[in-house]
């Protein structure tokens, strides 16, 4: 049997090398090749696998040269530089390893506040050009202060746990974070407002999402207390960079600690020159042991497929057998649309999301079911959640999670059920999989429809009103919206309806408040999936 053989493109530890060899997979070791694109396109088809970290871009037209290729490991949690679409195409395994930075990275933040507190880069700078500026860098102590973090997933809640072991008063805000979850964590559970209105430093520690970008903004500035000093090591783009530096001008903001930017590399920047920044060059996961463990869990990971098929950390595909693909993979489908759909409608805490399984279904592998439930459900908040790290994303949350299985109780063959409890109350959505293979949508709130997925949707919930129909039609028509697909439901005549229509090319936002004005609507969304 001829060996695997992995290419490694970036500079990844011998260790990692001597993984591969040691475990009977040939390995090319080539650290400085990912800069080339030409030459890792021409030699590409001649690998099972690709380790690569940051450097290498792994790009459609070098995936088409690929032929061979089984799996891409990036040694670390972002995968921005692989084209997961063109990836999953071509059948090839993208995994990372999302947990292997998170001390280092909550560490830095922890430095960069201390830093900023104690205006540590400028006194090092002034005291080596010969100068002796005792009385200019008057510091704040941080003992008793209140810490605000936004965003206590795996490296949020550890930021806290170092905040909390130097006496400060921690907050945080983070809509899946259960109150059980922040009790363990030492941690006081509140909304965005109360963290811009009672911190006296706040730290991001949130994916860049549509809903989480300028998540600080000049409004949420103007809420803060005066003095306030702000740590992103998170995502650029988290922050208006722009609002944060007049903020800095001004004295509302007293000083700011960046790990991150909107652009990268930042040759140049708004906030570059500013006294009371501090800035660093996305540094981190930029530690011995960091790089060290990112390297050997990726190189673990990529032999175990190799050799034996496991799955492990894989952002496009979950843990299951070649023999179970084929009929589980439109279930899968199914199961995250049917997430992301709740996940889109839901803003407030999640406490309970429940997943009932009938019929057929019932049979199949539910672990992968139920994984790719979570991560639809989870993406819209949290960007980058994958059907392997969702159960933990959700347990480190604290959200209970519920599988039921029964025989069919329906008219459907297989039903699967997704229903999430949250402060404010309780949303179920059921889909199936017709002969066809498509996924439908075929129950929302208990309201019966029939409806496929479209890239994009205008979900509408209304009171059943003569002429509602007509009046939302035309709008979209008047505003150049063309309709590609309409389904109705209601709970009986008068009562609650929905309208569920998939749409050519994302709603526009001006569209959608005019609809969200219309007399009967009690809610209107506009998803993507």
């Given amino acids: 049997m001829t060996k695997p053989k992995v290419l490694i493109s970036d500079a990844l530890s011998e260790a990692a090398v001597q993984i591969f060899k040691d475990r009977g997979i040939d390995v090319d070791f080539q650290p400085s090749l990912g800069k080339d694109k030409d030459k890792l396109a021409e030699i590409i088809g001649n690998y099972d696998g690709l380790a690569i970290r940051s450097a290498t871009k792994a790009t459609a037209k070098i995936l088409e040269k690929a032929t061979r290729l089984k799996v891409i490991g990036r040694a670390g949690i972002g995968v921005d530089n692989v084209e997961i679409p063109a ?28 830093s900023l507190a104690r205006e540590i880069p400028a006194a090092d700078a002034s005291t080596q050009a010969g100068k002796w500026e005792k009385n200019r860098f008057m510091g704040v102590e941080i003992t008793g202060k209140v810490l605000g973090v936004i965003g206590c997933g795996n490296i949020g809640s550890i930021v806290a746990d170092r905040a909390l072991g130097l006496k400060m008063k921690v907050i945080a805000f983070d809509p899946f974070l259960s109150p059980e979850r922040a009790k363990d964590l030492g941690v006081d559970k509140v909304e965005l407002e109360d963290v811009f209105k009672r911190a006296d430093f706040i730290t991001l520690h949130t994916p860049l999402t549509d809903k989480t970008r300028n998540i600080i903004d000049a409004a949420a500035i103007a809420k803060m207390k005066k ?57 981190g996961a930029s530690t011995t042991e960091a790089q060290e463990n990112v390297a050997l869990q990726v190189a673990e990971q990529m032999s175990d497929y190799l050799l034996t098929g496991a799955i492990s950390n894989a952002v496009n595909f979950p843990s299951i ?32 999301v429940t997943i009932t399984y009938e019929g057929e279904v019932a049979e199949m592998k539910i672990k992968a079911l139920t994984s790719a439930a979570l991560s639809g459900l989870l993406r819209p908040m949290l960007g980058d959640v994958n059907v392997v790290s969702a159960p933990v994303v959700a347990k480190e949350r604290g959200m209970v999670v519920d599988e039921i299985v029964r025989a069919a109780e329906s008219d459907y063959e297989s039903l699967i059920t997704v229903t999430v409890a949250t402060e404010k109350g309780e949303r179920s959505v059921s889909g199936t999989v017709f002969a066809d293979g ?22 509408v919930t209304n009171e059943d009103k003569p002429g509602f129909i007509g009046k939302f039609a035309s709008l979209l028509g008047d505003a150049n919206v063309n309709i590609a697909t309409f389904s109705l439901g209601r709970h009986s005549q008068g009562g609650d309806a929905i309208a569920l229509v998939e749409i050519d090319g994302p709603m526009p936002a001006d569209v959608l408040a005019k609809v969200q004005a219309l007399p009967p609507v009690k809610q209107a969304k506009a998803l993507l999936f």
């Fill in 321 to 352: 057998t070649a023999e179970e693909a084929p009929k589980l993979k439109p279930f899968i489908e199914l199961a995250e649309k049917l997430g992301s759909f709740a996940g889109q409608l839901t803003e407030s805490n999640i406490v309970k």
């Fill in 227 to 283: 003095g306030v000093r702000i740590i992103n090591c998170a995502r650029g783009g988290l922050v208006d960079e722009q609002a944060l530096a007049e903020a800095l001008k001004s004295g509302q903001v007293a000083g700011a600690a960046f790990d991150v930017f909107t652009e990268e590399p930042a040759t140049s920047n708004v906030l570059f020159g500013l006294p009371n920044v501090i800035c660093t060059p996305h540094l």
């Fill in 87 to 114: 990836a999953t195409a071509k059948g090839i395994i993208v995994m990372n390893t999302p947990f292997g930075n998170s001390i280092t990275t909550a560490e830095h933040a922890i430095t960069m506040m201390l």
């Fill in 438 to 459: 498509h996924p439908r949508l075929v129950d929302i709130k208990g309201i019966r429809v029939d409806a496929e997925f479209g890239k994009s949707m205008v979900y």
